[in-house]
């Protein structure tokens, strides 16, 4: 049962002898870690995300930001910040970054001039739509491995962690 | 239903009038990704993590990588690397970290001397003692958001990801 388990730290120390390590490798305490087999499923997942992107590739987070700024054209960065639990700091790079590959532009609002939106370009809007198909396949490759009730609980258990 | 609306790209474009994002936000269609909230997830627990650790500053990496060293004495970069699932240049780097903190030392093993194995120095294990303390109630402060039948369906599920 994780929940116990994962409350009761490693057993003491062995004696450190200078031997080799034991195959199969002891695990210790990680696998009835929470974190542990969340950032694992992440990597899986992204391992298989950027393997089906080939030559052109995103990070999850400049991708989210490209789907956020699609649906929100001119969106404020502070406002992608929030949205995406990042630091200010982090979305300037990535906006920088999409703003050199000219899929993304700051621009001054035409309503509120004192503000600078956040806009894709044409190419940044097609090479999303690229990305999202991609994104489409790879979640699918993903979501077969449950029945669509079981999919549904994982949903709500993730967005318990992250509330 | 998560599986369903996953597979549905986001609504075909809507005028790009230079206008102020709505509030509140459209967030097209992360919120159905699998991929999106995994690393929400881990976005969240790390988050926690971090704060908890306060002054040293431990990634999850470093952190899992110290488990494995201290339950394996001696063990080879490549099987920390294989057991990780991160590749062999991210391990060397991160025993680089270790080595310079003082927490661990690469030594040529006593059975085989072609061989060079990680070891935890006693500084290493007692702060790994401590990192242990931190992480037990870090965990428990996600996982007491769900049922203990719940938490083994959640392992279950995160497992199938990353098998």
Chains 1, 2 share one sequence.
Not at 59 to 78: C, H, K, T, Y
Not at 123 to 151: D, P, V, Y
Request: glycine letters at 4%.
């Amino acid at each position: 049962m994780p929940r116990e388990q994962a409350l009761k730290p490693s057993p003491r120390r062995r004696k450190q002898a200078l031997a080799i390590a034991p195959v199969p490798i002891n695990v210790g305490m990680l696998p009835n870690l929470l974190g542990y087999n969340v950032r694992r499923a992440q990597i899986a997942l992204w391992r298989d995300l950027a393997r089906s992107l080939g030559e052109v590739k995103v990070r999850p987070a400049e991708f989210s930001m490209m789907v956020l700024v699609d649906s929100n054209p001119g969106i404020a960065q502070i406002e992608l910040a929030n949205q995406l639990d990042v630091d200010k700091a982090t979305i300037v790079g990535l906006v920088d970054q999409l703003q050199r590959q000219k899929w993304a532009v700051r621009k001054q609002s035409t309503v509120d001039r004192r503000r600078q939106g956040i806009y894709l370009t044409a190419l940044g809007q097609r090479e999303l739509r690229r990305l999202e198909q991609t994104m489409i396949e790879h979640e699918a490759r993903f979501t077969r491995l449950f029945s669509s009730e079981e999919l549904t609980q994982l949903f709500a258990y993730l967005r318990r962690i992250h509330p």
